[in-house]
């Protein structure tokens, strides 16, 4: 498992510089516009809006990876492992940007659109295609039902637990586990149940709300540690490259190790090269590719650039000997005790928790549900459906280190052919990036003249 997470993570670097270089660095030049775009007025048309495909998408990624995931990869990789995330986001955003663009060129069109890598790839590379379409159809049913199912309930029962706990409702047990994943899967159900246009008003009202309160205190939690800011940012510097001390030399070891579960966390977090977010991107109401693409730039800035950063920092300005842990969810909860208090924190960090693995869950099923679809064409999803929903409360109760490798190694899996499709079909990308830089140019000559 070490081996293949170090393997996928000069994947997906590479992949990420690539494609980034390939679309001219479009996800920098245009960022400004990226970061407007969710502002911008929604398009009418079939399917749901751009910005609750993009919110669907963004609750989808936006989870227990922000939080426990980043803590996690402290413990593991240390604070060099912050970097190594930040280099996965600023790559992944050309990553996305160009697999939502093929998406889009893709899609089956009509009353409710809809697509994703399955199609890009059996319509964009013929037989080989087909092939690779089945493999991350398979792999991505299986990342929805043991990857999603399984973590984001997992940690969504630590954090229920730890919130029924410090308000003394309950005392945290395996049972009251159980009980938490059945009513999540109940829950979830009467989401998932209305289709894609449901899960999608769902996520416009939940993500901005949730994010924004968790952006919040985060930056509250930093600024009470503020001294130690610099500090937090020179040791993620030093860690990202293995260097002992500030006169010291280089430590291979401590650069391969933050490199790799850096990277590891950074895909699993934003989905970059996965392919997941392009299934919920490709029901949009937009027309035009490259404006849904930027939508998928801010989705990863949001994401990592900024979630997994205040997790991040709020951590590492905490002055916890953070390699004292064991989980990363306790760490999480010890160093926003830190600074606010443990009750406050442990309300803010669990209610936090619940609404981040939930979004997850929700999106997470569409995408597997989307995956069986294409596998089995003709056949009623409800089958895939019922088994997602039974895993729940299965994932509730399982070990939280099963639960994190079994979702990283369907993440896995699932990059594997998507990212060979977006390497063979990155020139299509990059002509409509072209073509929108061209139109941008002759309207904003248009305009002058005026």
């Not at 889009?104 to 009509?110: A, H, I, P, T």
């Not at 969504?156 to 047990?173: C, K, Q």
């Not at 894609?196 to 709300?209: C, D, H, N, T, Y």
């Not at 052919?417 to 990155?426: H, I």
Request: contains cysteine; charged residues 10%.
């Amino acid at each position: 498992m070490d081996a293949l997470g170090l393997v996928t993570a000069f994947m997906m670097l590479s992949a990420g510089a690539f494609l980034s270089a390939r679309l001219g660095f479009f996800q920098f030049t245009h960022l400004g516009r990226a970061l407007a775009a969710p502002f911008e007025r929604s398009r009418n048309g079939a399917g749901v809006t751009p910005f609750q495909a993009m919110a669907t998408a963004l609750g989808s990624s936006v989870g227990t990876a922000n939080i426990a995931g980043v803590a996690g990869a402290i413990i593991l990789g240390g604070p060099g492992a912050v970097f190594w995330m930040w280099a996965a986001g600023l790559f992944g955003m050309g990553t996305k940007f160009c697999e939502i663009v093929l998406s889009m060129l893709y899609r089956k069109s009509g009353a409710e659109p809809g697509g994703g890598p399955m199609l890009y790839m059996e319509r964009g590379l013929g037989r080989f295609g087909r092939t690779l379409a089945r493999l991350f159809s398979l792999f991505g049913c299986f990342s929805a039902l043991f990857g999603t199912a399984l973590v984001q309930s997992n940690t969504l029962a630590l954090a229920a637990n730890g919130l029924l706990g410090s308000l003394g409702a309950l005392r945290p047990s395996a049972a009251s586990s159980i009980v938490i994943g059945v009513l999540t899967a109940l829950l979830a159900g009467a989401v998932i149940f209305g289709g894609a246009k449901r899960i999608g008003r769902f996520s416009e009202r939940a993500v901005p709300v949730m994010a924004a309160a968790y952006a919040i205190v985060s930056l509250a939690a930093i600024f009470m540690n503020r001294a130690r800011l610099a500090g937090a940012f020179l040791s993620v510097v030093r860690g990202a490259f293995g260097i002992r001390s500030a006169a010291g030399g280089f430590m291979g070891a401590g650069l391969i190790r933050a490199m790799k579960v850096g990277v590891a966390r950074g895909v699993y977090s934003n989905e970059a090269g996965v392919g997941s977010a392009p299934i919920a991107h490709a029901a949009s109401s937009e027309t035009d590719p490259v404006r849904q693409g930027l939508l998928g730039v801010f989705e990863v800035f949001a994401d990592t650039i900024v979630m997994c950063t205040l997790t991040a920092f709020v951590i590492l300005t905490s002055g916890l000997d953070f390699s004292a842990y064991r989980d990363g969810t306790a760490l999480a909860f010890a160093a926003f005790s830190h600074p606010l208090g443990a009750k406050p924190a442990a309300v803010f960090l669990s209610a936090s928790v619940l609404l981040f693995a939930f979004t997850s869950i929700v999106g997470w099923e569409y995408y597997g549900e989307r995956c069986f679809s294409y596998l089995a064409k003709g056949v009623s999803a409800a089958p895939f459906r019922a088994a997602f929903l039974l895993l729940i409360p299965v994932g509730a109760a399982v070990a939280p280190a099963f639960a994190w490798r079994a979702g990283e190694l369907f993440n896995y899996l699932m990059a594997a052919p998507n990212v060979t499709a977006l390497l063979l079909l990155s020139g299509k990308a990059a002509r409509e990036a072209r073509a929108y830089k061209m139109f941008e140019k002759s309207h904003k000559r248009s305009y002058n003249k005026g």
